[in-house]
């Protein structure tokens, strides 16, 4: 069964730092990987994706992930992080965009201190 | 560009009574998927349907049941509410031969009291 792990609960970051939040996931074929991120009370909105192809993706919010599959990995990265980054994270995992469930992560809430 | 539209957006309910949650996914999009996130907790995946048929199932209770109508909006039917329902609901949305990613609503924040 799929699964994915955030290992990181909670990070807090100062304003202008980098950033990376890690994920791994447990998956027998080739996965399909998201980020989408969550501010209190709100949806989720999708950040990026990895389907296929190259490897390290960009996203919105100038944010990108790096596939590594010797890793089971799928980092989210961004090299300067705002105020406004400040939400929760959660990386997920798919067995297939075409009609498939998701499987989350438990999320990593991101504190950025000013 | 038109999104996954929830209603409604909160709900209060007693115990023992039924819910209604409503989605109305993004126009075309043929597969609608739900997902409840309790508090703190990452979403968990309920069901989902494609052109009108149930497609997949998780980990939905058996006092909750869903349908996808012909206009492809789906509802979610909740009975005899418990306490530990109070959740936020999501409905996502996707082009299933087309190979897109599922788009997320706003969720339906239900509180059981």
């Known amino acids: 069964a799929q699964s994915v792990t955030q290992p990181d609960i909670h990070i807090t970051v100062s304003e202008g730092a980098s950033l990376e939040l890690r994920c791994n996931y447990s998956?027998?074929?080739?996965?399909?990987l998201f980020w989408y991120v969550q501010s209190p009370g709100q949806g989720l909105q999708l950040l990026l994706k990895?389907?296929?192809?190259?490897?390290l993706v960009q996203g919105i919010k100038g944010f990108e992930a790096e596939f590594k599959r010797s890793q089971s990995s799928f980092n989210l990265r961004k090299p300067s992080v705002h105020w406004s980054d400040a939400a929760e994270y959660f990386c997920a995992v798919g067995a297939s965009v075409y009609g498939n469930k998701l499987v989350f992560g438990a999320g990593t809430i991101l504190r950025v201190k000013s | 560009a038109a999104g996954v539209i929830q209603s409604p957006r909160h709900l209060i309910k007693e115990k023992r009574e039924t819910a209604t949650l409503k989605c109305y996914p993004i126009?075309?999009?043929?597969?609608v998927y739900w997902y409840q996130q309790g508090p703190g907790q990452d979403p968990q995946f309920l069901i989902s349907f494609y052109e009108k048929m149930q497609s997949d199932k998780g980990s939905i209770p058996d006092r909750f049941s869903a349908q996808q109508f012909s206009d492809y909006h789906s509802e979610l039917n909740m009975s005899s509410l418990e306490l530990g329902d109070s959740a936020l609901y999501f409905c996502?949305?996707?082009?299933?031969?087309?190979?897109?990613?599922?788009?997320f609503g706003q969720g339906t924040r239900l509180t059981v009291v």
């Open positions: 998956y027998g074929a080739t996965p399909y």
């Open positions: 990895y389907f296929s192809g190259d490897t």
């Open positions: 126009p075309r999009h043929d597969t």
């Open positions: 996502a949305s996707s082009l299933y031969r087309m190979n897109t990613e599922a788009f």
